[in-house]
């Protein structure tokens, strides 16, 4: 199983973010998807998560600091989900990670264990 995620990078405070995560080996609609986050020198936190197949989106979780800012979403044609970040606050600076929970369906939790994780992605922004 391989995550590999992209489109981070460096943004000024206010502006916008798509994260990408390709997966391989692994069908996403066997598991639910969650996205964490790593800021230098504190510990990792969950930030969104998502559960559907096909064409339907079941359940979604967001951690209280980005609601209304993130929302998640998965092409599972393309064996991909995305992290539309808006919004973007200096505090959202972090290497950011997909991760699959397996045979996880109908539901997530942005606390929960994952089995499979991406390598990351550094997302910076500036004041």
């Known amino acids: 199983v391989q995550l590999v995620e992209s489109g981070g990078g460096l943004v000024q405070a206010g502006g916008s973010l798509r994260l990408s995560c390709t997966a391989s080996?692994?069908?996403?609609?066997?598991?639910?998807i969650g996205w964490f986050r790593q800021a230098a020198g504190k510990e990792r936190e969950g930030v969104s998560c998502?559960?559907?197949?096909?064409?339907?989106?079941?359940?979604?979780d967001f951690a209280d600091s980005v609601k209304g800012r993130f929302s998640i979403s998965v092409d599972y044609a393309k064996n991909t989900v995305y992290l539309e970040m808006n919004v973007l606050k200096p505090e959202d600076t972090a290497v950011y990670y997909c991760?699959?929970?397996?045979?996880?369906?109908?539901?997530?939790?942005?606390?929960?264990?994952?089995?499979?994780w991406g390598q990351g992605t550094q997302v910076t922004v500036s004041s």
């Open positions: 998502v559960s559907g197949a096909d064409t339907r989106i079941f359940y979604t």
């Open positions: 080996g692994y069908d996403l609609e066997d598991g639910a």
């Open positions: 991760a699959v929970e397996d045979r996880r369906i109908g539901n997530c939790g942005i606390r929960g264990v994952y089995d499979f």
